[in-house]
């Protein structure tokens, strides 16, 4: 039997712990819309982000390799996708909105450029002085703004604790009542957990990356100071397959961080008192960090991000495919500079209302790394052979 709309939301309720954000309190739609019979609000948010552009596009976006690089290393969407499953999971454990964080984690990459964080840069120092990029203020323009998928407003309307969850702490967002809110109630645990979920999800994953692509050592990871609880985790027989090391490595990690976070979530809890989501905004207002990872783990992750850091993302050949993707961005800015009949109509209109510097941000940032490359080939630019 079907259920209706009040009692999903009481069947919600009594799995929900009290700080956590009820679909009855998902924040206001800057248009109003009737709520759908059977689908909560977080529901019909995530289903709206999976179903956007910018969603779809995230499957040709680096992480850290190119797509050409191989087809086993993560891209864009990948790494999206294991960060909401990872947020659904410490959600379930701590008895938060299951469906707030795997929307959070889902739309919290759409604002990435191509090319990853190199593409980021090449935006960033393209647009100084003209108002900008930075790709998490950029995921919040696309579901504010530029998805144009309804006829009756712009953007996919989202709940306001969905775009409250989208907003990183001190961004520089522009002045607006969303902005209020979000400086004072700050964000929902929900979304603190999509952010440590995603610093999770890369340091695994990329370490896993790292070592298949052989641009890790097994013997450099062996110094690092996690190395210890790594290696009493791992299955002694990994050591004679060479082939597996890489896959268990990360599968460990992953799995040392995300319980140490949770262990560490619940003692803060108690630690602070945090019983509803206005003491998770009055911890928030004191500087009170209730997702992190212990004490010791801290240490360690730190030199884990460190180390990736030094090691592969500053390895000399992700260095040589982040110059490429650099050069393709820059040189496809001044192209459309001066030739801005080669940027598509739909962008174009809005150039009297915003400028053409950010018309050509955008249809840049939205970009695929592959689309990137054709353009470049198909408008007569130089091309570098990826």
Same mark, same amino acid.
Request: with cysteine; proline share 4%; hydrophobic share 35%.
């Given at each position: 039997m079907k259920k209706g709309r009040n009692e999903?939301?009481?069947?919600?309720?009594?799995?929900?712990?009290?700080? &956590?954000?009820?679909?009855r309190n998902p924040g206001e739609r800057e248009y109003e819309e009737p709520e759908h019979p059977y689908r909560l609000p977080f529901q019909r948010d995530r289903d709206r982000i999976i179903h956007s552009h910018a969603f779809k596009r995230l499957d040709y976006k680096t992480q850290v390799f190119v797509y050409s690089e191989g087809d086993h290393f993560r891209n864009r969407l990948t790494h999206t996708l294991e960060v909401a499953g990872i947020s659904k999971t410490i959600s379930k454990v701590l008895g938060l909105n299951e469906d707030l964080s795997e929307t959070i984690a889902l739309?919290?990459?759409?604002?990435?450029?191509?090319?990853?964080?190199?593409?980021?840069?090449?935006?960033?120092e393209l647009m100084r002085g003209k108002g900008g990029f930075e790709h998490n203020k950029q995921s919040l323009r696309v579901v504010q703004k530029l998805e144009r998928r309804y006829p009756e407003f712009p953007g996919l309307n989202l709940c306001g604790e969905t775009l409250l969850g989208i907003m990183k702490h001190g961004g520089d967002y522009e002045k607006s009542d969303l902005l209020d809110i979000r400086r004072g109630l700050g964000p929902s645990l929900e979304?603190?957990?999509?952010?440590?979920?995603?610093e999770i999800t890369y340091s695994a994953h990329d370490l896993e990356d790292g070592l298949?692509?052989?641009?890790?050592?097994?013997?450099?990871?062996?110094?690092?100071?996690?190395?210890?609880?790594?290696?009493? &985790?791992?299955?002694?027989?990994i050591f004679s397959d060479k082939d597996s090391i890489s896959r268990s490595l990360g599968r460990v990690i992953l799995n040392?961080?995300?319980?140490?976070?949770?262990?560490?979530?619940?003692?803060?809890?108690?630690?602070?008192?945090?019983?509803?989501?206005?003491?998770? &905004?009055?911890?928030?207002?004191?500087?009170?960090k209730i997702v992190q990872f212990s004490e010791g783990f801290q240490e360690e992750f730190k030199e884990l991000k460190s180390f990736l850091f030094g090691n592969l993302y500053r390895h000399p050949e992700v260095s040589r495919m982040s110059e490429r993707g650099k050069e393709t961005i820059f040189l496809l800015f001044k192209h459309f500079e001066s030739h801005p009949e080669s940027i598509p109509e739909s962008y174009r209109k809005r150039e009297e209302e915003e400028g053409r510097m950010r018309v050509i941000c955008d249809y840049i940032a939205g970009m695929t790394d592959r689309y990137a490359i054709e353009k470049l080939k198909r408008e007569g630019i130089l091309w570098f052979p990826y």
């Amino acid at each position: 039997m079907k259920k209706g709309r009040n009692e999903l939301l009481t069947s919600e309720e009594k799995k929900l712990a009290p700080y &956590a954000v009820s679909s009855r309190n998902p924040g206001e739609r800057e248009y109003e819309e009737p709520e759908h019979p059977y689908r909560l609000p977080f529901q019909r948010d995530r289903d709206r982000i999976i179903h956007s552009h910018a969603f779809k596009r995230l499957d040709y976006k680096t992480q850290v390799f190119v797509y050409s690089e191989g087809d086993h290393f993560r891209n864009r969407l990948t790494h999206t996708l294991e960060v909401a499953g990872i947020s659904k999971t410490i959600s379930k454990v701590l008895g938060l909105n299951e469906d707030l964080s795997e929307t959070i984690a889902l739309a919290h990459d759409l604002g990435h450029s191509p090319f990853g964080h190199a593409g980021q840069e090449a935006l960033s120092e393209l647009m100084r002085g003209k108002g900008g990029f930075e790709h998490n203020k950029q995921s919040l323009r696309v579901v504010q703004k530029l998805e144009r998928r309804y006829p009756e407003f712009p953007g996919l309307n989202l709940c306001g604790e969905t775009l409250l969850g989208i907003m990183k702490h001190g961004g520089d967002y522009e002045k607006s009542d969303l902005l209020d809110i979000r400086r004072g109630l700050g964000p929902s645990l929900e979304a603190m957990v999509v952010d440590s979920s995603d610093e999770i999800t890369y340091s695994a994953h990329d370490l896993e990356d790292g070592l298949e692509s052989g641009l890790l050592e097994l013997s450099d990871i062996k110094q690092l100071k996690v190395w210890k609880r790594m290696e009493e &985790a791992l299955p002694k027989s990994i050591f004679s397959d060479k082939d597996s090391i890489s896959r268990s490595l990360g599968r460990v990690i992953l799995n040392l961080m995300v319980s140490d976070l949770i262990d560490s979530i619940d003692t803060n809890l108690k630690k602070f008192l945090i019983h509803t989501r206005e003491d998770v &905004a009055l911890a928030f207002q004191n500087q009170k960090k209730i997702v992190q990872f212990s004490e010791g783990f801290q240490e360690e992750f730190k030199e884990l991000k460190s180390f990736l850091f030094g090691n592969l993302y500053r390895h000399p050949e992700v260095s040589r495919m982040s110059e490429r993707g650099k050069e393709t961005i820059f040189l496809l800015f001044k192209h459309f500079e001066s030739h801005p009949e080669s940027i598509p109509e739909s962008y174009r209109k809005r150039e009297e209302e915003e400028g053409r510097m950010r018309v050509i941000c955008d249809y840049i940032a939205g970009m695929t790394d592959r689309y990137a490359i054709e353009k470049l080939k198909r408008e007569g630019i130089l091309w570098f052979p990826y």
